[in-house]
């Protein structure tokens, strides 16, 4: 018997769930009740209301990270025009991860004998949560570059297969993917009676890291390149920059999740730049830091409230500093800052 989870939470997608439902269930159909699917959450059963006007589904269990078969994670459903608003999708999805949901696929991950699949949006949350730090995956084409941030490797696929992870790209994928996996786990023959059923024929091609590589081509090579880890750039004008951003800073970031205290300690020595940023119990070095016309950049690999990679542009004036915090698809998180003390003390 092979059993399917399709995990629900609050503000999920409807066509991103009930697409892959009805596949699996009309699967189930064909292969002789061989495949059992179930609607589940990270609490138990219960009803769960969607990101589409709030239509309710009833969940008939809780999600078991130890039930061999298929874990299916929907994406999210929110206002498109605020992006920084509470029913945003990058709030719902932020909300979601902050509940059993992540330790639970993380549990199912390390297992062999289950797949987890996302459709959508739900790449990002399993990413938001630091599960797919440096595994190859799709989500919806606004939300790549995003997906790119938190640590994962963005491929511009209908369908990413990596193994125990099969993620699909926008939101009609989820029968692509179910499809897929339906053809994986039963045989050709059933995922081609389903279409039949469905009048839907699959499309686009489903990448592995199979094969041959393309020429001149790596993995990740439509995406920006990562960080170097040094810790040192020269600035263009050493002077200007010490007396401009050395010092201690107690920062202010206003996110679409919440505020976040950081403190900052910047120095320079030998007309080089040294950074490093501390929230709560976490100090990370700044990476490419630089000094350009008054404008000081770097960017920072966090791992609290989510796993990303933020990118810093600043200014000072005096003992203020203002400017904004970035990661992929989120809107620019405003930064503010006090001087706290001249020297950074940073060796």
Not at 274 to 296: I, S
Request: aromatic letters at 4%; a negative charge.
């Amino acid at each position: 018997m092979l059993n399917v989870q399709i995990v629900l939470f609050d503000g999920f997608d409807l066509l991103d769930a009930i697409a892959p439902y009805e596949v699996f269930c009309a699967a189930s159909m064909y292969a002789e009740n061989k495949l059992a699917v179930e609607l589940v959450t990270a609490e138990g059963a219960r009803s769960v209301p969607s990101g589409t006007n709030g239509l309710v589904i009833q969940a008939s269990g809780r999600l078991n990270p130890d039930r061999a078969g298929i874990l299916l994670v929907p994406g999210a459903s929110g206002d498109v025009k605020d992006a920084e608003g509470p029913a945003s999708i990058p709030a719902i999805l932020s909300r979601a991860m902050k509940t059993e949901i992540t330790g639970l696929i993380g549990k199912a991950l390390e297992r062999g004998e289950i797949t987890v699949a996302t459709v959508c949006g739900g790449s990002l949350l399993l990413a938001m949560g630091g599960l797919l730090d440096g595994r190859p995956a799709v989500t919806n084409q606004m939300g790549m570059e995003f997906l790119g941030a938190t640590g994962a490797v963005p491929i511009h696929a209908r369908i990413v297969d990596d193994g125990n992870l099969v993620s699909g790209g926008g939101v009609t994928s989820g029968l692509d993917v179910a499809l897929y996996l339906v053809e994986r786990e039963l045989g050709p023959r059933i995922a081609h009676a389903v279409e039949q059923l469905f009048e839907f024929e699959r499309r686009g091609t489903v990448w592995k890291e199979k094969g041959l590589a393309p020429e001149g081509r790596t993995l990740g090579d439509d995406d920006e390149p990562s960080h170097s880890p040094a810790a040192r750039i020269p600035f263009e004008n050493p002077v200007a920059a010490a007396s401009m951003f050395e010092g201690i800073w107690d920062a202010t970031l206003a996110t679409p999740v919440g505020k976040l205290q950081v403190r900052l300690m910047i120095s320079t020595s030998d007309g080089m730049v040294f950074g490093k940023a501390t929230q709560g119990d976490e100090t990370l070095d700044f990476l490419n830091p630089v000094l350009k016309e008054g404008t000081l950049t770097w960017s920072l690999r966090i791992t609290k409230p989510m796993r990303l990679n933020l990118k810093f542009e600043v200014v000072a004036d005096g003992n203020q500093m203002t400017g904004t915090a970035k990661a992929g698809m989120l809107p620019a998180s405003k930064l503010t800052g006090k001087r706290l003390s001249p020297s950074g003390g940073i060796s």
